[in-house]
């Protein structure tokens, strides 16, 4: 009962009826009136004419007697005589006489929106008998418009017919209701001014035949009276209108309860049309009549107050409007699914977990799917879900995305049931005639005091990740929300910590074999967070280069390597300070520019300087990158290659980049001195590097044994913390200073 009470239908059926009975609506009625009758007009009975006598003429009976001459004189079929003549002097009294049984008295009502007698004065019964006077009133509606008249007044006892019905030749039933023709223009009712009649006897020629209205002036709120698309006008127009409209047979009037019922059952029997654009078509013809339906009525004479209906048909349009565009929001469109918005839109129910679905090669299968399968490819992937989840609703979002949520349970009995679903996408799925092998990874999150949206993002994020390391099912855990936050204002914390120092260069000191001395640093960016502590070059690094923005860092740990290698310069001996260049920034358009505007800013000896390019994915365009190292090379920079050995390309490395410096990575200088493998390694390393004229440094000297081993074998420069530690520049520097005051530069150990 509740959920049929819920219908659009019904409730606007409701609504409808609510204003109905509380007349709510009545100032619709009024616009739509006033609207149609700005359109179809047509011209006033040219039977009738009206004789506009001023408040000279109609103000004395002499002057009034003689505008009756003239009009008697030019034989009218009939006369009305409508001003106020409670007495008659006898010169009136001469004219109205020989005008006898062609002469009507109009007498009207003080009051205007009811038929009571008290409302009305007739004249002395020897003015005129009462048989020859009409009767004429309107009932108006809020807005003082008149809108019918009955078709006789009864006063002491007697019945009067109205003007209209007089006009119209037509005398009433007592109980008959007249609505005039609004379609009527007022303004094209035959006029003469009684004064023009006075004038000139050939006026009264029109007038041969026809009903002929004297007519007092009248004008005042309380007289005038609203004729629709016309505004307040004097009385008279509606009896000639309300004439017009009983010449075309009886008036009717529907009330608003019958539109309603008519609004209601129309409806009702277009909502039962099974086909969809048959129905919508016969919803756009059934409003459109229900619309122009109370104009075309009026056009047979039955006039009605649709403003109920309408605003049963406003809101019946506004409810399916609102649901549609709900359906649209809520809903993926080519899935029909609900979407995330759908089940974030209400708190989710407490003890139940998020589950995220994500579908591998999702947009390469919609790349291959003809538009008209998306959805059902989709639809497929959720009822697969479904029946694996047993959850009623899945729930369908961007990019091969689909969430449900299940009672809280063991995260052991979580990943069973998920290992369980996963293997139901074992099978490929068929999509019209379409196959295709589909992989699910999960995301579960089960932090049951976040939001709904959070949760269903933070699901929406494990289940990528899981995606991305090819793991069934991913948890999120509520302390990596905290470390979210943080990693997403990274960028702005790296601006923050170059400009107050928390983030800075370590420097570590290279040892030259040949000339057995100090003969450079490799700069190494550190950060020390007041918060998190200090945190590993290698983490924020790559963020920053994921993130695009390892350029800023970039430039300025050349600009403070270039300070270094002048402190370290000052001293005397050649002193080399490298740096490491992001694989990222390699084969970037700008870095030259960059680098070179620095340097010019600088007016440092780029020799005095090394760059150290270390091989990764990230080098996207090789033949770019190799022109700006040669570029980089030309401007003066040593460049060396970081990490040799681990990449997959090495040796192509080796082969296509212009370098002067290969750097032994660790993972096999920490192994010399025990593992034959890597000894042999590093022994054919350094021997190649020198053919192909390059200097080699080993990395990672952790102790005397092999940084003793590397001489033998004939590297020519030693990094590692049997050196020293990476320290800061003034450490170091203080003691560099130092040595080279002794005048060595040997280091105690070495
Ligand atoms: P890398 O360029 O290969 O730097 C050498 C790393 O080995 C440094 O780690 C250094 O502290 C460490 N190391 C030096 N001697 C020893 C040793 O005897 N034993 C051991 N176990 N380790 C040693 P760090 O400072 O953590 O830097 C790691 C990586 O971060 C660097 O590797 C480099 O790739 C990157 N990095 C550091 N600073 C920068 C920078 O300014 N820009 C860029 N793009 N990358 C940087
Ligand atoms: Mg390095
Ligand atoms: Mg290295």
Same mark, same amino acid.
Request: neutral net charge.
């Given at each position: 009962?509740?959920?049929y009470?819920k219908q659009p239908l /019904?409730?606007?059926?409701?609504?409808?009826l609510?204003c109905?009975?509380?007349?709510?609506?009545?100032?619709?009625?009024?616009?739509? !009136?006033n609207t149609?009758?700005?359109?179809?007009q047509?011209?006033?009975?040219?039977?009738?004419?009206?004789i506009?006598?001023?408040?000279?003429?109609?103000?004395?009976?002499?002057?009034?007697?003689?505008?009756?001459?003239?009009?008697?004189?030019?034989?009218?079929?009939?006369?009305?005589?409508?001003?106020?003549?409670?007495a008659?002097?006898?010169?009136?009294?001469?004219?109205?006489?020989?005008?006898g049984?062609?002469?009507?008295l109009?007498?009207r009502?003080?009051?205007?929106?009811?038929?009571?007698?008290?409302?009305?004065?007739?004249?002395?019964?020897?003015?005129?008998?009462?048989s020859?006077?009409?009767?004429?009133?309107?009932?108006?509606?809020f807005?003082?418009? =008149?809108?019918?008249?009955?078709?006789?007044?009864?006063?002491?006892g007697?019945?009067?017919?109205m003007?209209?019905?007089?006009?119209?030749?037509?005398?009433?039933? +007592?109980? $008959?209701?007249?609505?005039?023709?609004?379609?009527?223009d007022?303004?094209t009712v035959?006029q003469?001014?009684?004064?023009?009649l006075?004038?000139?006897?050939?006026a009264g020629?029109?007038?041969r035949?026809?009903?002929?209205?004297?007519?007092e #002036?009248?004008?005042?709120?309380?007289?005038?009276?609203?004729?629709?698309?016309?505004?307040r006008?004097?009385?008279?127009?509606?009896?000639?209108a309300?004439?017009?409209?009983?010449? &075309? %047979?009886?008036?009717?009037?529907?009330?608003?309860?019958?539109?309603?019922?008519?609004? +209601?059952?129309?409806m009702f029997?277009?909502?039962?049309?099974?086909?969809?654009?048959?129905?919508?078509?016969?919803?756009?013809?059934?409003g459109?009549?229900?619309?122009v %339906?109370?104009?075309?009525?009026?056009?047979?004479?039955i006039?009605?107050n649709?403003?109920?209906?309408l605003?049963g048909?406003?809101?019946f349009?506004?409810?399916?409007?609102?649901?549609?565009w709900q359906?649209?929001?809520?809903?993926?469109?080519?899935?029909?699914?609900?979407?995330?918005?759908?089940?974030?839109?209400?708190?989710?129910?407490?003890?139940?977990?998020?589950?995220?679905?994500?579908v591998?090669?999702?947009?390469?299968?919609?790349?291959?799917?003809?538009?008209? @399968?998306h959805g $059902?490819?989709?639809r497929q992937i959720?009822?697969?879900?479904?029946?694996?989840?047993g959850?009623r609703?899945?729930?369908?979002?961007?990019?091969?995305?689909?969430?449900?949520?299940?009672?809280?349970?063991? @995260?052991?009995?979580?990943?069973?049931?998920?290992e369980?679903?996963?293997?139901l996408f074992?099978?490929?799925?068929?999509?019209?005639?379409?196959?295709f092998?589909?992989n699910?990874?999960f =995301?579960?999150e089960?932090?049951?005091?976040?939001?709904?949206?959070?949760r269903?993002n933070t699901?929406?994020?494990?289940?990528?990740e899981?995606?991305?390391?090819?793991?069934?099912?991913?948890?999120f $855990?509520a302390?990596?929300?905290?470390?979210?936050? !943080?990693?997403?204002?990274?960028?702005?914390?790296?601006?923050e910590?170059?400009?107050?120092g928390?983030i800075?260069?370590a420097?570590?000191?290279?040892?030259?074999?040949?000339?057995a001395?100090?003969?450079?640093?490799?700069?190494?960016?550190?950060? &020390?967070?007041?918060?998190?502590? #200090?945190i590993?070059?290698?983490?924020?690094?790559?963020q920053?280069?994921?993130?695009?923005?390892?350029?800023? @860092?970039?430039?300025? /740990?050349?600009?403070?390597?270039?300070?270094?290698?002048?402190?370290?310069?000052a001293?005397?001996p050649?002193?080399?300070?490298?740096? &490491?260049?992001?694989?990222?920034?390699?084969?970037?358009?700008?870095?030259?520019?960059?680098?070179?505007?620095?340097?010019?800013?600088?007016?440092?000896?780029?020799?005095?300087?090394?760059?150290? /390019?270390?091989?990764?994915? %990230?080098?996207?365009?090789?033949?770019?990158?190799?022109? &700006?190292?040669?570029?980089l090379?030309?401007?003066?920079f040593r460049?060396?290659i970081?990490?040799?050995?681990?990449g997959?390309?090495?040796l192509?490395?080796?082969? $296509?980049?212009?370098s002067d410096e290969l750097?032994?990575?660790?993972?096999?200088?920490?192994?010399?001195?025990?593992?034959?493998?890597?000894?042999?390694?590093?022994?054919?390393?350094?021997?190649?590097?020198?053919a192909?004229?390059q200097?080699?440094?080993?990395e990672?000297i952790?102790d005397?044994s092999t940084?003793?081993?590397?001489?033998?074998?004939?590297?020519?420069?030693?990094?590692g913390?049997h050196?020293?530690?990476p320290?800061?520049?003034?450490?170091?520097?203080?003691?560099?200073?130092?040595?080279?005051k002794?005048?060595?530069t040997?280091l105690?150990?070495?």
């Amino acid at each position: 009962m509740r959920a049929y009470l819920k219908q659009p239908l /019904v409730i606007s059926t409701l609504v409808a009826l609510l204003c109905g009975l509380l007349s709510l609506a009545r100032p619709l009625d009024q616009g739509y !009136w006033n609207t149609r009758y700005r359109f179809g007009q047509k011209p006033a009975p040219q039977s009738v004419v009206l004789i506009n006598m001023d408040a000279e003429i109609s103000g004395s009976d002499r002057q009034t007697a003689r505008v009756l001459q003239a009009v008697a004189a030019a034989q009218p079929a009939q006369v009305y005589l409508d001003r106020k003549t409670n007495a008659a002097s006898p010169e009136l009294q001469n004219a109205i006489d020989r005008l006898g049984n062609r002469l009507r008295l109009v007498v009207r009502y003080a009051k205007q929106d009811t038929f009571e007698e008290a409302y009305i004065t007739l004249p002395p019964p020897a003015i005129v008998p009462r048989s020859r006077i009409v009767a004429s009133g309107w009932i108006t509606n809020f807005w003082r418009y =008149g809108v019918s008249t009955a078709a006789t007044a009864r006063v002491g006892g007697v019945t009067y017919p109205m003007l209209g019905s007089a006009l119209a030749g037509r005398l009433g039933e +007592a109980d $008959e209701e007249i609505r005039p023709d609004f379609a009527v223009d007022p303004r094209t009712v035959q006029q003469i001014a009684a004064e023009r009649l006075l004038a000139s006897r050939s006026a009264g020629a029109a007038l041969r035949g026809k009903s002929v209205i004297l007519k007092e #002036p009248r004008s005042g709120p309380g007289v005038l009276v609203g004729y629709f698309s016309h505004g307040r006008i004097d009385p008279v127009y509606l009896d000639i209108a309300a004439g017009e409209a009983l010449k &075309n %047979g009886d008036t009717h009037s529907i009330d608003w309860l019958p539109l309603i019922a008519a609004f +209601a059952a129309i409806m009702f029997a277009v909502k039962r049309i099974a086909a969809r654009r048959l129905r919508r078509a016969a919803y756009v013809v059934a409003g459109l009549g229900l619309l122009v %339906g109370p104009a075309l009525l009026d056009h047979i004479g039955i006039t009605s107050n649709p403003s109920a209906s309408l605003v049963g048909l406003t809101c019946f349009v506004a409810i399916k409007l609102w649901s549609k565009w709900q359906t649209q929001v809520l809903q993926t469109s080519r899935s029909g699914l609900p979407n995330f918005v759908a089940l974030t839109e209400q708190p989710l129910p407490g003890q139940h977990d998020v589950i995220i679905a994500i579908v591998g090669r999702y947009e390469e299968i919609m790349a291959t799917l003809p538009g008209d @399968l998306h959805g $059902e490819f989709a639809r497929q992937i959720a009822r697969r879900l479904a029946v694996g989840c047993g959850a009623r609703h899945i729930y369908h979002g961007e990019g091969g995305l689909f969430a449900w949520i299940e009672p809280t349970r063991s @995260l052991e009995q979580h990943i069973d049931n998920l290992e369980g679903l996963r293997s139901l996408f074992a099978a490929p799925l068929l999509v019209g005639k379409h196959v295709f092998d589909t992989n699910v990874h999960f =995301g579960l999150e089960r932090n049951h005091e976040l939001d709904a949206v959070t949760r269903v993002n933070t699901a929406v994020a494990s289940a990528t990740e899981a995606l991305k390391h090819g793991r069934t099912v991913e948890m999120f $855990e509520a302390k990596r929300l905290a470390n979210a936050a !943080w990693e997403l204002s990274l960028l702005a914390r790296i601006d923050e910590g170059m400009r107050n120092g928390d983030i800075w260069l370590a420097y570590q000191p290279q040892w030259d074999y040949h000339e057995a001395r100090l003969s450079g640093a490799e700069a190494l960016i550190r950060w &020390n967070d007041p918060v998190r502590g #200090p945190i590993r070059p290698d983490e924020f690094i790559l963020q920053a280069e994921q993130a695009g923005r390892i350029d800023a @860092l970039t430039y300025w /740990v050349l600009d403070q390597a270039i300070s270094a290698a002048e402190r370290f310069n000052a001293f005397g001996p050649r002193f080399q300070i490298s740096i &490491n260049l992001s694989a990222q920034l390699v084969d970037k358009p700008s870095l030259i520019s960059s680098v070179a505007d620095i340097v010019r800013r600088r007016g440092i000896d780029c020799r005095l300087l090394t760059i150290e /390019v270390t091989e990764t994915a %990230g080098m996207c365009n090789r033949p770019a990158a190799i022109q &700006n190292l040669m570029k980089l090379r030309a401007m003066g920079f040593r460049l060396s290659i970081d990490d040799f050995g681990t990449g997959e390309a090495s040796l192509s490395y080796l082969a $296509e980049l212009p370098s002067d410096e290969l750097k032994l990575d660790r993972r096999f200088v920490s192994k010399i001195v025990h593992h034959e493998r890597e000894r042999h390694i590093v022994a054919s390393t350094i021997n190649l590097a020198h053919a192909l004229k390059q200097t080699v440094v080993a990395e990672g000297i952790e102790d005397l044994s092999t940084f003793e081993l590397l001489r033998q074998l004939g590297c020519d420069v030693g990094q590692g913390y049997h050196i020293s530690r990476p320290e800061t520049l003034d450490q170091l520097i203080a003691r560099y200073a130092a040595l080279t005051k002794q005048g060595s530069t040997k280091l105690k150990s070495c």
